[in-house]
């Protein structure tokens, strides 16, 4: 199983910007596909944005147009790049590797807050 470490969370004004990375072990980090998860209290943990091994990405309505997802695959890490923030995407976003069914990894989520 992969290992991730997110980092890049924290507290931003509404309209500011933050980048968040995770950072994977393991020398097979280019095949899996890398998704950032979001969990606000009392809600449901929902996709945000994914990345294939192929590069292909897709994004929550909600973020499309502010969030942009990539991987260097040979510094073995996935970026979120979070533009024109606002209160709602306050949340604990959470790291994704995954594989198959049985290979797949979680990390251990990094704060978010929009606040002003």
């Known amino acids: 199983q992969v290992q991730l470490v997110e980092s890049g969370g924290g507290l931003v004004q509404p309209g500011g910007s933050l980048r968040l990375s995770c950072a994977a072990s393991?020398?097979?980090?280019?095949?899996?596909?890398m998704g950032w998860y979001r969990q606000a209290p009392g809600q449901q943990r929902e996709l945000v944005a994914r990345?294939?091994?192929?590069?292909?990405?897709n994004y929550a309505d909600s973020v499309k147009g502010r969030f942009t997802i990539s991987r260097d695959n040979a510094k073995n890490t996935v970026y979120l790049q979070m533009n024109s923030l606002k209160p709602e995407d306050t949340a604990v976003y959470y790291c994704?590797?995954?594989?198959?069914?049985?290979?797949?990894?979680w990390g251990q989520g990094t704060q978010v807050t929009v606040s002003s």
């Open positions: 994704n590797a995954h594989l198959t069914v049985d290979f797949n990894s």
């Open positions: 393991g020398s097979i980090f280019s095949f899996y596909t």
């Open positions: 990345i294939t091994s192929s590069g292909s990405t």
